[in-house]
Nanobody, 126 residues
Framework: QVHLVESGGGSVQAGGSLRLSCTTS????????MGWFRQAPGKEREAVAF????????YYADSVRGRFTISQDNAKDTLYLQMNSLKPDDTAMYYC???????????????????WGQGTQVTVSS
C-alpha cells in the first residue's frame, strides 16, 4: 500500500502563491504518472496537472496553464505544484495521485489512478 501525503495548502489572497507538496511513503513504488486534481464544494473533481515521471512530460488544464507548474524531486520522492497568480476560482481541496500502469501514450483518467492522498485545502479570497 502506497500512502501519499499532501501539504502546503492554506488561505491566500487573490494574486498570491502557494506550493503544494505530495510525498510518497514507498520509494519503491515505480509510478509512471503523478497528478494533481482538485474538487470544490458542489463541483466535480477536476484534473489540474499531470507529469510523466520517466520523461517529465507535463499536462495542464486550460484553467491553470501559465500559472501552475508541476514538478518532481525524485531524490525526495516528492511531487510539487507551484501555484502562482491564484484566483478565487482556484479554491478547492487539492489531491495528488499516483499510477504505475501504462496507458498507451495517453494520460490516465482520474479513475485509473491507483493511489490518492487525503487532500490539502486551498482557499483564495478576493
Amino acid at each position: 500500500q502506497v500512502h501519499l501525503v499532501e501539504s502546503g495548502g492554506g488561505s491566500v489572497q487573490a494574486g498570491g502563491s502557494l506550493r503544494l507538496s505530495c510525498t510518497t511513503s514507498d520509494n519503491t513504488y515505480n509510478s509512471r504518472y503523478m497528478g494533481w486534481f482538485r474538487q470544490a464544494p458542489g463541483k466535480e473533481r477536476e484534473a489540474v496537472a499531470f507529469i510523466s515521471t520517466r520523461d517529465t512530460y507535463t499536462y495542464y488544464a486550460d484553467s491553470v496553464r501559465g500559472r501552475f507548474t508541476i514538478s518532481q524531486d525524485n531524490a525526495k520522492d516528492t511531487l510539487y505544484l507551484q501555484m502562482n497568480s491564484l484566483k478565487p476560482d482556484d479554491t478547492a481541496m487539492y489531491y495528488c495521485a499516483a499510477e504505475a500502469g501504462y496507458y498507451g501514450g495517453r494520460w490516465p483518467r482520474a479513475d485509473e489512478y491507483s493511489y490518492w492522498g487525503q487532500g490539502t485545502q486551498v482557499t483564495v479570497s478576493s
